[in-house]
């Protein structure tokens, strides 16, 4: 009787390794300035061992962003279930932007710098994901104030967003739970709401591997 061939099985924890260091490669040197080799080596994974995983470069970019968009998604339809009014669904939606940038930095970098490298399939389902995620945001808004027209909304919802952003394209050598505290009090002035307290601010501090929100970006 022949003997069975066993089944090969995927290690999860390799592939974390391979989104990990591309997102750190990718944050540092841009998309077309890593090649999948070095990913590979990054991750101490060798030869063709990165395909078993991922059919090339350009799949692995399109998990980082799933990633990103997919946990604030998630984390945005929990704030409307969880919270007793908008103005606590805005506060929430607000600290969960500023833990992430600050906990998985280089994968948010790669997220607000590399779309165009998308492809196409790619790009066009992480637009339809970003519109409905940014509407979640407006929908808050406007149940808080049922005055503001949707235009005002979107551009107000824009600029908080795009101020938590700005940690990603600048030195700072604040300790990280400071930087949340001042990122999460800007994009509250934004929307003119009240700041909600942090749950994770010390996971962040714990998470953070330089202790500061430095990058290799200048400002």
Request: glycine share 6%.
């Amino acid at each position: 009787m022949a003997k069975s061939r066993a089944t090969r099985v995927r290690d999860p924890e390799r592939r974390e390794r391979i989104i990990d260091a591309a997102a750190v490669l990718i944050s540092q040197r841009g998309y077309l300035g890593v090649s999948l080799s070095e990913i590979g080596s990054a991750a101490g994974i060798v030869g063709s061992g990165i395909y078993r995983h991922f059919d090339n470069k350009g799949a692995i970019l399109v998990e980082i962003f799933d990633r990103v968009v997919d946990h604030l998604m998630a984390s945005a339809e929990q704030s409307f279930t969880v919270s007793p009014d908008s103005q606590t669904t805005l506060g929430i939606l607000v600290n969960d932007q500023v833990e992430l940038v600050l906990r998985d930095r280089a994968l948010c970098q790669v997220y607000v710098r590399e779309a165009r490298n998308l492809p196409e399939q790619g790009r066009l389902r992480l637009r339809w994901k970003q519109r409905h995620y940014v509407a979640l945001w407006e929908d808050a808004l406007r149940a808080l104030r049922p005055g503001t027209d949707v235009e005002t909304a979107r551009l107000v919802v824009r600029a908080a967003i795009s101020s938590i952003h700005s940690v990603l394209n600048i030195n700072s050598d604040l300790p990280t739970a400071r930087a949340a505290v001042s990122l999460r009090d800007a994009a509250c002035r934004v929307l003119q709401i009240e700041p909600q307290p942090f749950e994770g601010v010390r996971e962040i501090e714990l998470a953070s591997t330089s202790g500061n929100t430095s990058s290799t970006a200048s400002s």
